[in-house]
């Protein structure tokens, strides 16, 4: 069955640091990724996807993930957090035939 | 252009009564999903219309749950017989088809006391 594991419940990041929030999969086929960011009370918003082809993907507000096929993790990273940044982070897979699972996600506070 | 709509934003409800909750889809899309995230969850899948059939409904928990599309557009998520294990965030999305990006709604957030 497929599966997202989100290992970082909570993570707290001072403005201007660089991030990185961890998502890996198990999934039996070639997956589809993606990254979502729910801030309190709002939808899900689409950061980046993979689906083929380069493996480092660049999506919005400045946010890139890189799928790793052999670690079978699809791992988000900023060079550099803004406090608007602050928010819930979630990982899903999916495929071409199949609902996105989502992991458990991972909340971002970011300070000062 | 408009984004995926949800009504009503909240929704109280007592336990035993029946709800319904509404997505409009982006204009075009025909792919809908019905998703609902409990507190500190991820999103979990409940069903998945291409048109107007539900293509799987294997999401859903148990037969209170049911959701229908006659238009092919709007969607309606009705649960029967409300207990408090259903309250939670119940999300929706669309997309072009079905394996196409999904865009999400605001979500309704349904308490049951």
């Known amino acids: 069955a497929q599966s997202v594991t989100q290992p970082d419940i909570h993570i707290t990041v001072s403005e201007g640091a660089s991030l990185e929030l961890r998502c890996n999969y198990s999934?039996?086929?070639?997956?589809?990724l993606f990254w979502y960011v729910q801030s309190p009370g709002q939808g899900l918003q689409l950061l980046l996807k993979?689906?083929?082809?380069?493996?480092l993907v660049q999506g919005i507000k400045g946010f890139e993930a890189e799928f790793k096929r052999s670690q079978s993790s699809f791992n988000l990273r900023k060079p550099s957090v803004h406090w608007s940044d602050a928010a819930e982070y979630f990982c899903?897979?999916?495929?071409?035939?199949?609902?996105?699972?989502f992991g458990k996600g991972t909340r971002l506070s970011v300070i000062a | 252009g408009a984004g995926v709509s949800q009504t009503p934003s909240n929704k109280v409800t007592e336990k035993g009564k029946y709800v319904e909750l509404r997505c409009d889809p982006i204009?075009?899309?025909?792919?809908l999903y019905w998703y609902r995230q409990s507190l500190g969850q991820g999103p979990e899948f409940l069903i998945y219309?291409?048109?107007?059939?539900?293509?799987?409904d294997s999401g859903l928990p148990n037969d209170r749950f049911f959701a229908v599309r006659p238009e092919g557009s709007v969607s309606t998520l009705k649960i029967q017989r409300t207990e408090r294990g259903d309250s939670a965030v119940y999300l929706c999305?669309?997309?072009?088809?079905?394996?196409?990006?999904?865009?999400f709604g605001p979500g309704t957030r349904l308490t049951v006391l």
């Open positions: 999934y039996g086929a070639t997956p589809y």
């Open positions: 993979y689906f083929s082809g380069d493996t």
């Open positions: 899903a897979v999916g495929a071409g035939n199949t609902p996105l699972v």
């Open positions: 204009s075009g899309h025909t792919a």
């Open positions: 999305a669309s997309s072009l088809d079905f394996a196409d990006t999904q865009y």
């Open positions: 219309f291409q048109g107007t059939g539900a293509a799987d």
